[in-house]
């Protein structure tokens, strides 16, 4: 079955340092990749996402590309601030009608100011 | 526009009490899902429903039902709740299909005593 590895946290950072968190996939296929932020005390919510190899997704100064040659799609920032401080999941799709995502463990970053 | 919405909130049962968690979402969404968020393990699938009529198994079904009630209403019960239950319980809904984006609820905070 599909599986993810997430890079295990947590990670605490200063304010402007440069994030990565590293995320490698198993899946059948050519999934949709995806990466979620769950902020404190809320539900996840889409952070980006890729569909297809050497896309790159980007939001809110994050990005991720979908490298198919390594099964990854590692998630970065050049300059994290104090409100980014949150848990990010990795999660590839299961591809057309597998209907389903994989969830990793989750990244809790800490950004101090 | 609500997205997905839960109740309730929180939620505090004794051993072997039922309850019925509901989840509703208001995106013309195929497929809605049930997960559980437990401290170190991420998020696990308890049940998903690909389309209205259908509901399907998925990583951690046991002790819980669902009944997919229409196309907006999937909701999630516990017949004879435990311990090992307590966790929290998050809804999402997607389009189906290629469509994969899941979009979350604020999750429901259950405690079983």
């Known amino acids: 079955g599909d599986s993810v590895t997430q890079m295990e946290g947590p990670v605490t950072l200063s304010e402007e340092a440069f994030l990565t968190i590293n995320c490698t996939y198993t899946a059948t296929g050519y999934p949709s990749l995806f990466w979620y932020v769950q902020y404190p005390g809320e539900g996840l919510q889409l952070l980006l996402k890729a569909t297809k190899a050497d896309d790159k997704g980007s939001n809110k100064g994050f990005e991720a590309t979908y490298r198919k040659e390594t099964t990854s799609f590692h998630l970065e920032k050049g300059s994290v601030q104090v409100s980014d401080s949150a848990v990010y999941f990795c999660a590839p799709g299961g591809g057309g009608s597998n209907y389903k995502l994989t969830f990793g463990k989750g990244t809790l970053l800490t950004v101090n100011p | 526009n609500a997205g997905v919405t839960q109740t309730p909130k929180f939620q505090v049962l004794k051993t072997g009490q039922s309850m019925t968690l509901q989840c509703a979402q208001d995106?013309?969404?195929?497929?809605m899902y049930w997960y559980r968020q437990d401290p170190g393990m991420g998020l696990r699938l308890i049940y998903y429903?690909?389309?209205?009529?259908?509901?399907d198994k998925g990583e951690v079904p046991n002790g819980y039902n669902v009944s997919r009630l229409n196309k907006r209403e999937f909701s999630l019960r516990l017949e004879s709740a435990a311990p090992s239950q307590t966790s929290v319980y998050f809804c999402?809904?997607?389009?189906?299909?290629?469509?994969?984006?899941?979009?979350f609820g604020p999750g429901t905070r259950l405690l079983v005593l």
């Open positions: 999402a809904s997607s389009g189906g299909g290629q469509q994969e984006t899941q979009y």
């Open positions: 429903s690909a389309s209205e009529g259908t509901t």
């Open positions: 995106m013309n969404h195929n497929s």
